[in-house]
């Protein structure tokens, strides 16, 4: 007789790992499978948390060597110790990993180790023994989108993977892709002294952002010394000696170019991962870009199983499979779990940061509704002066007729943060005459976002 709990949630990422904790507290006997040597999957092992260590350590010392001088702070002999840096990196995850293992065992769930295959709907199998579960959820993740043309070795063509590892600064760094992990990690080694070029096959970058907001981000990172080709597609790399020759050619058609990178780094997307698992013995069917299909309560079409995080649609991030993992709990335990999709922020961890919720005026245009803009600079809050941090602003975008926020989009220091005000906005279905007439303490960066709100009324104090 197979070992039964509750629930079995396989994968340890942010979507499993929540789920998993949820439905203990719920009261349910949890086992969560992870095939990893440590808890956390993607986003703690090799994603969010250890892109973010290395995002601060460079950003330190770009700030050392460009910032503090105007602060009156002279320093020399300034280096870089990539070996402490990338053992401290280490370290912030290991303390991470770890965190989780920890609040598996307050919360009595069982880490069933090792990688979970299906056997039957209702069955899996794990390092040779079987598991039976009520409900098995599939939490599996995503892994880096393969291109044609280009192999990926991890030392030379990397993923994500392979960049948060490199032990040298290359020299010329290629990116593939101008998303979110090509800027994030194009920023962490250009900070570090690498040059770096960004091909992308649209003639923007971050396809998802706001357009306008895009166009200001290229135009800082430009600044910064990113070379961008847009509008290109990489068709081949190769390793020749020590550099790899990296094809191109106009996505529209036209003549090839080659350019020899260092490093080439491979960020084009992320697909649904569900290698292994053995579905057909189950019966889970998938959907035609690989992902695991659900219905609005992540219910797939085998009763038993269900599915949340990367491995369904929806963007692929951790916190939306957060949110999805106490959701399904909640559900599972016969309450009313639920995601509000149209609040979902993402943010772009580059300096400055970009963060973003609600609809861009793309889609807002798309869906035919009329709107109002406010906008406020950085520029001339006191609090970024005083930082030295002046590029960027707070985009809101409400009803006209309403004045109902639709979406905020901000570029600047510490988006990411200033974002969680804009998205309980949203969540509460608020207006930005609710948000302009809310104290926001002075001085502080928050002040953008109701100068902003203000502006959506055409009455801004400070500019
Ligand atoms: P992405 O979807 O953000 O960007 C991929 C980019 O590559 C797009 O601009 C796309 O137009 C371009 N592209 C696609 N095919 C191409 C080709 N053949 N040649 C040139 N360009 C091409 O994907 P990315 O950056 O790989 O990230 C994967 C996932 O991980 C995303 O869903 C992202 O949201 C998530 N992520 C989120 C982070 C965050 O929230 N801060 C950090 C890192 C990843």
Not at 329 to 346: C, T
Request: aromatic share 6%.
């Amino acid at each position: 007789m197979a070992e039964t709990f509750d629930i079995i949630v396989i994968g340890s990422g942010p979507g499993g790992y929540v789920c998993a904790i949820r439905a203990a507290q719920l009261g349910m006997k949890v086992a969560c499978v992870e095939k990893r040597a440590t808890l956390g999957g993607t986003c703690l092992n090799i994603g969010c948390i250890p892109s973010k260590a290395l995002l601060q350590s460079s950003e330190n010392f770009h700030e050392l060597q460009h910032g503090f001088a105007d602060h009156g702070i002279t320093a020399s002999n300034i280096g870089i110790d990539l070996a402490r840096m990338q053992a401290r990196k280490g370290e912030v995850v290991g303390a991470n990993t770890k965190g989780i293992e920890f609040l598996f065992k307050k919360n009595k769930v069982t880490w069933l180790k090792g990688e979970a295959k299906f056997s039957s709907p209702t069955e899996i199998e794990v390092a040779g023994t079987a598991y039976a579960a009520k409900s098995i959820i599939i939490a599996t993740g995503s892994d880096s989108a393969p291109l044609r043309g280009v192999t990926v070795d991890e030392q030379r063509i990397v993923t994500s993977t392979g960049a948060l590892e490199l032990d040298k600064v290359p020299g010329h760094l290629l990116v593939i892709g101008a998303g979110v992990i090509g800027l994030e990690l194009g920023s962490v080694w250009r900070r570090l002294g690498a040059e770096v070029t960004v091909i992308e096959y649209l003639d923007r970058i971050t396809p998802g952002l706001d357009a306008e907001i895009s166009k200001n981000f290229q135009q800082i990172l430009t600044k910064q010394g990113f070379r961008f080709k847009l509008g290109h597609k990489v068709t081949g790399a190769t390793v020749e000696g020590d550099k790899v020759n990296v094809t191109i050619e106009p996505a529209k058609g036209g003549d090839a170019e080659t350019i020899a990178a260092d490093i080439v780094l491979l960020a084009i997307g992320r697909n649904a991962y569900t290698a292994g698992l053995n579905l057909e013995a189950a019966g889970v069917e998938t959907d035609e870009r690989g992902r695991v299909k659900t219905d609005a309560h992540y219910a797939t079409n085998v009763p038993g199983i269900y599915a949340i995080g990367d491995v369904i649609a929806g963007p692929m991030l951790a916190h939306k499979a957060e949110e999805e993992g106490v959701a399904l709990a909640e559900i599972l335990a016969g309450q009313h779990g639920h995601v509000n999709y149209g609040a979902i922020p993402s943010v772009v961890y580059t300096w400055p940061e970009v963060a973003a919720v609600g609809q861009t005026e793309e889609e807002l245009k798309a869906a035919g509704l009329a709107y109002k803009v406010g906008k406020f600079p950085f520029m001339a809050n006191g609090r970024a002066r005083a930082m030295g941090a002046l590029d960027g602003y707070v985009k809101l975008l409400s009803d006209k007729e309403t004045d109902k926020l639709l979406g905020a989009h901000i570029i600047g220091p510490d988006a990411g943060g200033l974002i969680a005000e804009c998205t309980l906005a949203l969540e509460f279905g608020a207006s930005a005459e609710d948000v302009a007439r809310t104290c926001h303490a002075h001085p502080t960066l928050s002040e953008v976002v109701k100068e902003a709100a203000l502006a959506v009324d055409g009455r801004p104090l400070h500019i």
